[in-house]
């Protein structure tokens, strides 16, 4: 069976708030090892469980977060900046299923810093659907038919798992106090956890359905300001909806819909006055 997993780092266990997840601050470098950590015990589970192929996507920010000479060392890992697709980088019909580690809630929903890719942004519309990165990477792989099998993070972050696809298996590794405060596991508590809800999702797979997205969707993407909305209008087929901080864009597929939405976040954080 060949597994793919994109790790994320905000809903990784014990991981409260930005001093953990940017790589300025003082607490990075020992959320890097939590991190790398938790998906050791994931690889290592999958790996009994019978996976004989297993890639990584490090998926937070400069996407260099993973210590791979921490790693299991059956595992391949994809790392660095930039990719073309991201948090989904490498994700195509070869694989069985997908696992998200360490993934959080939506922008403007509660949970431990909750977001969509940037701060910029308000909300992600796939046909009128509102999406976080979470259901953005669930609907690339249900393009290349793969389903997402099993989600970590905090309880807000397994709630919308839920929500979007059914019969998901999810691991709650700790539970939201505020945006920025947590009631964790213990790494070893969540390593234990997450042990058995591997084998749980595994065992599951044949009863989870790939979350397949709408043809020729219809991406909208709602900005804090006006001038992010303008940023992103640079980039050619998009438009402002009047009267709104909300920039359109008609795709061909899934596909084309995430790389237009990662030109236009970029576009958007040129705006140097919030």
């Known amino acids: 069976m060949n597994l793919y997993i994109s790790v994320d780092m905000e809903g990784i266990t014990g991981l409260p708030d930005y001093t953990y997840v940017d790589s300025s601050q003082h607490n990075y470098e020992r959320a890097r090892k939590i991190m790398t950590e938790e998906t050791n015990y994931v690889l290592e589970a999958a790996f009994k469980h019978g996976c004989t192929d297993i890639l990584v996507n490090d998926s937070h920010s400069k996407m260099n977060n993973l210590l791979i000479d921490q790693l299991h ?3 391949q890992l994809i790392t660095g900046d930039a990719k073309p697709l991201s948090m989904v980088q490498g994700l195509d019909s070869a694989f069985d299923g997908a696992v998200l ?9 509660p ?19 509102p999406v976080g990165e979470m259901g953005f990477n669930a609907y690339v792989a249900g393009y290349y038919g793969v389903p997402i ?18 019969n998901v298996t999810t691991a709650t590794v700790k539970n939201a ?7 964790s596991l213990t790494p070893k508590k969540a390593g234990e956890l997450l042990t058995e809800k591997v084998s749980q999702a595994l065992e599951n797979r ?34 402002i909806i009047p009267g709104t901080t909300v920039v359109r864009y008609e795709a061909k597929n899934i596909i084309e819909a995430y790389k237009a939405m990662l030109v236009m976040i970029e576009l958007a954080l040129c705006t140097k006055f919030s």
């Open 73 to 75: 060392p059956e595992a």
């Open 101 to 109: 580690i360490g993934y959080h809630a939506r922008s403007g929903q």
């Open 111 to 129: 949970g431990v810093m909750s977001h969509s890719m940037i701060h910029a942004v308000r909300n992600f519309y796939i046909n009128d659907r």
């Open 149 to 166: 099998l099993l989600v970590s993070g905090d309880e807000h972050a397994a709630n919308e798992a839920v929500e979007l696809i059914p």
């Open 177 to 183: 106090i505020s945006r920025s405060a947590v009631k």
């Open 206 to 239: 044949h009863n989870v359905e790939p979350l397949l997205p709408p043809e020729n969707p219809n991406l909208e993407i709602e900005f804090a300001n006006y001038g992010h909305a303008e940023w992103a209008n640079l980039m050619p087929g998009t438009e």
